[in-house]
């Protein structure tokens, strides 16, 4: 790998459940016993210090995502201690490559109440939705996914308290990449590309606004609305498309005592009510494609209360983003294109495209223009 190369993180966030009318359920409720075992949905280890995390060799991939049998040179599947927290990583690809490595993180969860419906848009699921439709950049690089802090397979970190926010996600971002050189036996960090979907867009414009000498390019799908208002429009919009027989649905499963005794399974089944809602209506049948395994209940739940506590708004910030830049936005999402349009104009020299037949999972809704708008985003001359 030359000292040129860069590496490429690509944040895939932000969408989510809900639960059921008037009866969202607090996945930590005061004064409760933190051992009791419902609150652990598989997603941290009694803890969670980082103890039982594995090393990067203690676990090998031999064909992973979509590529071709046998080509999966680098292979690690498994839990690493980053900054003392327990993170779940997978990665992957092709180990003599010249091109930049890539890091990409899951989506995240819109939760809340049904009437509050798509008000949390941060933590919660885990990557697993993402090899099979990335297989084309495992080609030619290696490829690290990984899940955000209290989401997915991974805990919370050492003191396993709700201090998790998005800037907290943000500076995983830097830990990960730590981790990642060091994996990689590098002595010296690298400039990266990162690509950001939806909750992880926002991630992937704060740490590219926080650390512009590791950046190289930036791409952002559908990310997150900039502030409050275009948060809060998109929770609207969800709430638009639910019919009555979803909006029951889902109460019968947040209602249900099985919810309580595994969060993330209720969640999970929430939540594959709720992704269809987000794609354009004549692609609904393709969410199938998407496959979602894990989550967690709590990481949805403190950022969103941390950016309503907040009033956040990332524009200043974003505008003064330096890296070359590329934002897709889609008609059919439940986040306004709008909400793409407005990273571009604030972004210098930012180009901007939207999928016209396609809601918040264009890599399923229009898959071959999609592979070919982030090729082309991040080819090199």
Not at 192 to 198: A, M, T, Y
Request: charged share 20%; aromatic share 8%; proline share 5%.
């Amino acid at each position: 790998m030359s000292a040129r190369t860069a590496s490429w993180v690509v944040l895939w966030g932000a969408l989510g459940a809900a639960c059921g009318d008037g009866a969202a359920i607090d996945p930590i409720l005061s004064g409760q016993d933190a051992a009791d075992p419902y609150l652990d949905a598989g997603s941290r280890a009694d803890g969670d210090s980082g103890d039982a995390a594995q090393g990067p060799d203690a676990a090998v991939v031999t064909d992973a995502g979509g590529r071709p049998d046998g080509d999966a040179q680098i292979g690690f599947e498994g839990e690493v201690s980053i900054q003392g927290a327990r993170t779940y990583v997978r990665w992957v690809g092709t180990s003599t490559s010249t091109l930049p490595p890539v890091v990409v993180l899951p989506t995240g969860l819109h939760m809340g109440g049904v009437p509050a419906l798509f008000g949390n848009i941060g933590g919660g699921i885990g990557h697993e939705y993402l090899p099979t439709h990335l297989g084309f950049l495992e080609r030619t690089r290696d490829v690290l996914y990984f899940d955000f802090l209290a989401s997915g397979r991974s805990g919370f970190g050492s003191t396993e308290t709700s201090s998790v926010t998005a800037e907290i996600h943000a500076d995983q971002v830097g830990h990960v990449l730590a981790w990642l050189w060091q994996a990689r036996g590098e002595t010296a960090a690298r400039r990266v590309d990162l690509i950001g979907h939806g909750y992880g867009g926002g991630i992937a414009a704060l740490f590219t606004a926080r650390h512009p000498e590791q950046v190289d390019r930036l791409v952002l799908v559908d990310p997150m609305g900039l502030d409050l208002a275009q948060f809060s429009e998109s929770i609207v919009a969800l709430q638009g498309r639910l019919t009555a027989g979803d909006r029951e649905r889902m109460d019968g499963f947040t209602r249900h005592v099985s919810c309580r005794r595994d969060p993330s399974r209720c969640m999970l089944d929430v939540w594959r009510i709720l992704v269809p809602r987000m794609m354009c209506a004549e692609n609904e049948d393709e969410s199938a494609a998407l496959d979602f395994q894990f989550g967690d209940f709590r990481g949805y739940t403190y950022i969103e209360k941390s950016l309503r506590q907040s009033d956040f708004d990332w524009t200043a910030r974003v505008r003064g983003i330096e890296a070359p830049t590329f934002v897709l936005g889609s008609a059919c999402d439940v986040i306004p294109s709008r909400v793409a349009e407005t990273y571009a104009e604030l972004i210098q020299g930012a180009a901007l495209a939207v999928f016209e037949r396609s809601g918040h999972f264009p890599m399923v809704e229009e898959p071959a223009r999609f592979r070919a708008l982030v090729e082309s985003a991040l080819a090199r001359p």
